[in-house]
Every structure is written in structure tokens, then in C-alpha cells.
T-cell receptor, first 114, second 114 residues
């Protein structure tokens, strides 16, 4: 049973517009959420995170929103740039902390069209 | 070198071979992880080491054998693998064994079992 779900395998957005990537989770014990970005032939790199005590965290062009009641988070990228084309993974951490590792979604391939 | 380095980048092995994957981190982190990424699946946690002690083994078959000789190095020894073990194997590290810290990933080893 997948505890972190990214239901869109791919997303195509025009350069300069907003990209919205979605993630749903089922485990109510998760209390920290992260987004990772992965280019081909490279490992995932940490992008932005949010604690369950917050509902929004912003870092430059990237904003993550958390809706705990809906068990849903989203990553907004605005404006989208060609270098944003990559696979984006949503990940969650529970109260077990590092011992449980991170639980990842399958990823969404974001394609920024010129 | 900085970051997390994995070698080799690509590996093709027969089902009767024995090989090892190597991971090295120069970040002073205390926890290291092995993840597996199969096609169209989320990243799956395999092993967690904290301060050179294994603290998690996520029901991984015994044909995968991890080794952590010190806090900077992590190995994954492989023997009598199956074709379904073909995947991208990612090593990651984190500063402490605590939730909320983003992981630093290596670029991975692309393993093909023939």
C-alpha cells in the first residue's frame, strides 16, 4: 500500500507560467514533508520542506502548501523556467525520524515548454 | 571531493557474480542509507546506518548485504542476484538520525542483472 502518492506521472507547463505538483499521503503519523528534484543521471536533490505545524513554506520561486485535513500537499513553482524540467519526488517522514527513512512517491516528470 | 559519491555508476552482472557497490560521503554526516529505485516505483528504503550501526533492514533479501566500516563509507555487497533486482541503487546521508533533515543523495549505481 503506497503511503505517499503522486498521481500525475507527468506534467507539461509553458515557460513563465505556474507549475503545480500534487502529492497525497495516507499515513497520519507523517509530520514532515519534503520535495526532491531529480535530473537524469543524477541523484535527487533536496528542494524544499514543510513541517506539519505549518501550512505554507516559501523559498524564492518555490512554495509548498500543506493541507493536513485533506492529507495533501502541493509544490508551486512560479514562474516556471526551462531548468525546472526534472522529476519531482514528494517524500514524508514520520515520528520515527531517520530510523524510518523517508517514504517517497513515484515522482512527477515536469516538462517546461519554451 | 564533497557530497556523496557512488561507484560504479553503471554495473552489469550475471546472476552468479559477486559485486559490491560503494558509497562515500564527505559531509560529516552520521547516518547513511541505501535506497532502491525500480522502474515506475517509488524509492524504497533498504538499509539505514547510524553511527556505523545498522538500525533498519526493510525486509531486504539476504542476497543484499550492507557494510558500514566507518561513518564515511557504506557498501552494498551483491551475490546471486535476480534479473528483477535490476534498478538504480541510491546512497544517501543525513546529518543526524532525526526527522526533518533533507538527505543528500549520491548519483546512484545503475545495476543490470543478466
Amino acid at each position: 500500500d503506497q503511503q505517499v502518492k503522486q498521481n500525475s506521472p507527468s506534467l507539461s507547463v509553458q515557460e513563465g507560467r505556474i507549475s503545480i505538483l500534487n502529492c497525497d499521503y495516507t499515513n497520519s503519523m507523517f509530520d514532515y514533508f519534503l520535495w526532491y528534484k531529480k535530473y537524469p543521471a543524477e541523484g535527487p536533490t533536496f528542494l524544499i520542506s514543510i513541517s506539519s505545524i505549518k501550512d505554507k513554506n516559501e523559498d524564492g520561486r518555490f512554495t509548498v502548501f500543506l493541507n493536513k485535513s485533506a492529507k495533501h500537499l502541493s509544490l508551486h513553482i512560479v514562474p516556471s523556467q526551462p531548468g525546472d524540467s526534472a522529476v519531482y519526488f514528494c517524500a514524508a517522514s514520520g515520528q520515527g525520524g531517520g530510523a524510518d527513512g523517508l517514504t517517497f512517491g513515484k515522482g512527477t516528470h515536469l516538462i517546461i515548454q519554451p | 571531493e564533497t557530497g556523496v559519491t557512488q561507484t560504479p555508476r553503471h554495473l552489469v552482472m550475471g546472476m552468479t557474480n559477486k559485486k559490491s557497490l560503494k558509497c562515500e560521503q564527505h559531509l560529516g554526516h552520521n547516518a547513511m542509507y541505501w535506497y532502491k529505485q525500480s522502474a515506475k516505483k517509488p524509492l524504497e528504503l533498504m538499509f539505514v546506518y547510524s553511527l556505523e550501526e545498522r538500525v533498519e533492514n526493510n525486509s531486504v533479501p539476504s542476497r543484499f548485504s550492507p557494510e558500514c566500516p566507518n561513518s564515511s563509507h557504506l557498501f552494498l555487497h551483491l551475490h546471486t542476484l535476480q534479473p528483477e533486482d535490476s534498478a538504480l541503487y541510491l546512497c544517501a546521508s543525513s546529518q543526524e538520525f532525526l526527522q526533518g533533515y533533507g538527505y543528500t543523495f549520491g548519483s546512484g549505481t545503475r545495476l543490470t542483472v543478466v
